[in-house]
């Protein structure tokens, strides 16, 4: 097995896992230093593209992103998110991951989905490429996206998918706006770690999106923090550059070149 899968693994239990999203380099080379598994999320669709959905986005979009992002990830689990339709039956799955996993060097990826996903995941899995679930929300099929668990009937199919998705050998499953105490249910029970995006401190982990964490998304929802307002400090420092541009205060003589 991969020994950053099976660090993420063993953290559970021991230690909070730290998970952020990325999408490019730059951003990811930070995240790097203090995250254990940097996502590749197809909520790049929104963020970055306003797409309406994560459906939109291809395969080839997610390979460009993710082959920036490698360049900055060093020591952190990196994991690539399929996008909807990539992994419609266990032989296009496999085709497209492998595909994923050559382009982008990532070390695994992640699927939405329980019980009908499932052969899926076997078979990924089966072919030594690491998997992550999602369940809860999944935003690349659910037409409303309201928090998960609220009836029996869901919780109970959404504990279900959980199990089958250790059994089949995911390695961590996501699980996106899951009611509290049904995250906890699920974090107790299944042996691999959950990763929690609006789904309570119960979680093995936690997800963002970077943008939304660091102020560079319009998103408002209620299981976001905003750390920091960063469409500010770029807004004041673009601001300053254009009135030194048009007071000619920059650039100086040592931003020049001189024989
Ligand atoms: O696409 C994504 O960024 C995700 C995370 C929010 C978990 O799936």
């Given amino acids: 097995m991969n020994i950053k899968v099976k660090k993420i693994i063993n953290k559970k239990k021991k230690s909070k896992i730290v998970c952020l999203t990325a999408y490019s380099k730059n951003v990811a080379s930070i995240l790097d230093r203090y995250c254990d598994l940097i996502l590749v999320g197809d909520s790049l669709g929104s963020v970055l593209y306003?797409?309406?959905?994560?459906k939109e986005v291809t395969l080839d979009v997610m390979i460009n992103h993710s082959k920036s992002v490698r360049l900055g990830v060093k020591k952190s689990l990196m994991i690539v998110d399929m996008p909807y339709n990539t992994y419609r039956n266990p032989k296009v799955a496999l085709k497209n991951a492998k595909l994923v996993m050559k382009k982008t060097r990532c070390d695994g990826v992640k699927l939405e989905g329980g019980k009908k996903i499932i052969s899926i995941v076997k078979?990924?899995?089966?072919?030594?490429?690491?998997?992550?679930?999602?369940?809860?929300?999944?935003?690349?099929?659910?037409?409303?996206?309201?928090?998960?668990?609220?009836?029996?009937?869901?919780?109970?199919?959404?504990?279900?998918?959980?199990?089958?998705?250790?059994?089949?050998?995911?390695?961590?499953?996501?699980?996106?706006?899951?009611?509290?105490?049904?995250?906890?249910?699920?974090?107790?029970?299944?042996?691999?770690?959950?990763?929690?995006?609006?789904?309570?401190?119960?979680?093995?982990?936690?997800?963002?999106?970077?943008d939304d964490l660091i102020g560079m998304s319009e998103n408002k929802f209620k299981f976001v923090k905003k750390y920091v307002d960063i469409s500010k400090i770029i807004d004041g420092a673009v601001k300053k550059y254009k009135s030194e541009v048009q007071k000619k205060q920059f650039p100086q003589a040592k931003h020049s070149f001189k024989n």
Avoid: W
């Fill in 123 to 210: 078979t990924l899995v089966k072919n030594k490429i690491p998997v992550m679930g999602h369940v809860g929300i999944l935003p690349q099929t659910d037409k409303k996206f309201s928090f998960k668990g609220k009836k029996l009937r869901e919780s109970e199919k959404i504990l279900n998918d959980t199990k089958l998705l250790e059994k089949a050998g995911a390695f961590s499953i996501v699980l996106e706006c899951v009611e509290t105490k049904l995250s906890k249910k699920i974090t107790e029970q299944i042996k691999i770690p959950t990763i929690g995006i609006g789904s309570s401190a119960n979680c093995d982990g936690q997800v963002l999106v970077i």
């Fill in 50 to 54: 306003n797409y309406k959905s994560t």
